[in-house]
């Protein structure tokens, strides 16, 4: 009973979700933007639950290491190749994003920040920059991942799980304390701070990644949903682990804990029997999930935070939120689809031509 491409979907689709928490709640003074009721200790209980959120990138990992150690297993040809095509119609839908809420910043009167100088414009354009938009810090992460993700296979396929599982969180630990602590002063050498940085960022991800891979390589979800299947109240006892990991998230609150309780969550959150309609909302959030990742803040934040925060209440901001996200996907994939439809066919007719002539 291992996970299913429709499962890794969902994942994301509740991953972008926590993003969304995140970005929104996930600070301790409101400054009046939506009501605090209720409150903890002093403290905004929807603080918690956003804190919660920063489990989404390690989910949003964990999910790419099982899904792509799963395909490429499967795959024929030059996985090089087919990587190529992954990471350039990602890149597509990137730039479609870019160049939209570049010239909305700019009718909106915010030429200043959008696009700025020809400079920002094109470190942005070339993933070298996250200035417009400061959540597109993982797209230049994820392409690493996935140049690397053939020989890191190779290798998870041929060591001790465990022993690779120890490496790659000495390796998480030592990238998250430089992140967090700038150990290393690089000064003003903006090319060396550049690397640096994305080896950092790298570094921070590359662990729920390869747990997802070795995840896949030793059926370990089988594993558990054979152990669990066996519990009577096997939904309840899920839901209590996904709240104690909530609870104890509140008390320790460094995101250094977030690859544990984003892979935590992911297992007890599948192995909940959920009913169809609920799957197809996040099957739904699921597909939508990219353009929601790389547009929601232009919304709360960049160009339109008083649209986004004017209905006060938390609940409803989120919901919010999510709408406008979804209204700019739709408008992305309008144009998005009719390119990728066009190379898809084009590449489909190459290769029947090339089959003809051999």
Known sequence: MEFTKNDMKITKGVAILFMLLLHLFCRKEVNGLYDTFPIINGVPLMYYIGLFGDACVP???FASGYGLFVSINKEKGSIIKKNLTRIFKLLINFWIILVLFVAIGFLAGKAEILPGSPSKFFL??????????????????????????????QVIK???SILLVLISGFIYVVTYIQRIKHVLDLGDNSALNMIVNASVLVGTSQLPFIIGAIFAKDKLYSKIYNKANSFSMKNALCLLGILLLVIIHAFYESMIIAPITGIAFICLFNLMDKKEGFKKILDYVGNHSTNIWL????????IFPKLTFALKYPILI??????LCLISSYLINAIYKPIIRSIDKKKFLLNNVKRAVG
Do not use: D, E, R
């Open 318 to 323: 989120f919901c919010w939120l999510i709408i």
């Open 295 to 302: 547009t929601h803040m232009f919304f709360y934040m960049t």
């Open 158 to 160: 041929k060591y001790n």
């Open 124 to 153: 942005n354009f070339f993933v070298l920059s996250n200035s417009y938009n400061g959540a597109w810090w993982f797209l230049q992460t994820y392409i690493i991942l996935v140049f690397l993700a053939p020989p890191l296979f």
């Open 59 to 61: 989910m949003f990992c």
